[in-house]
């Protein structure tokens, strides 16, 4: 019996592993012509996990978090370490909000409006490229 039990633990820790190393989907965006190629958190398993537990992530990378419906979001920065900013968007990739987030930091930040998307990079890369409230992000193929 002890056999059998130990048998099924060991069994759904290699596909609880197996699942999590699979590879999200990925997609490029434009940010005021600018590549930035996202990972793409749809279930609510990536979206809690998004970034954390990450020790770098390149300047042109970040992750787009999906959701079904317009809602006010909520982020925080729990486990994450890597300086980031975050751009909430509407349906229609219209930025609503953007904020720079303080690494380990809790205290949630939450959009201004009902919104579809957030999209977390590296701090500085949107005001970089000069993105600004109410401009538009190119979601390409991403809905």
Do not use: H
């Not at 820790?13 to 197996?18: C, H, K, Q, Y």
């Not at 609510?44 to 787009?64: V, Y």
């Not at 968007?89 to 380990?104: A, E, N, Q, R, S």
Request: with cysteine.
């Amino acid at each position: 019996m002890i056999k059998k039990a130990v048998a099924a633990a060991l069994f759904f820790l290699v596909f609880a592993f197996i699942s999590c190393a699979q590879k999200m989907e990925r997609a490029t965006l434009s940010v005021r012509g600018r590549p930035l190629v996202v990972e793409i958190a749809r279930t609510e398993a990536q979206r809690a996990k998004g970034l954390m537990g990450r020790e770098t992530l390149g300047w042109n990378e970040g992750m787009l978090f999906v959701f079904r419906e317009d809602q006010v979001l909520n982020f925080w920065m729990k486990n994450t370490g890597i300086p980031l900013s975050i751009a909430f968007l509407d349906k229609t990739g219209k930025v609503t909000d953007i904020f720079d987030m303080i690494p380990y930091n809790e205290a949630p930040v939450a959009s201004s409006a009902g919104c579809r998307y957030a999209l977390e990079t590296n701090r500085g890369f949107f005001g970089e490229a000069g993105l600004v409230p109410g401009d538009g992000i190119d979601l390409g193929s991403v809905k």
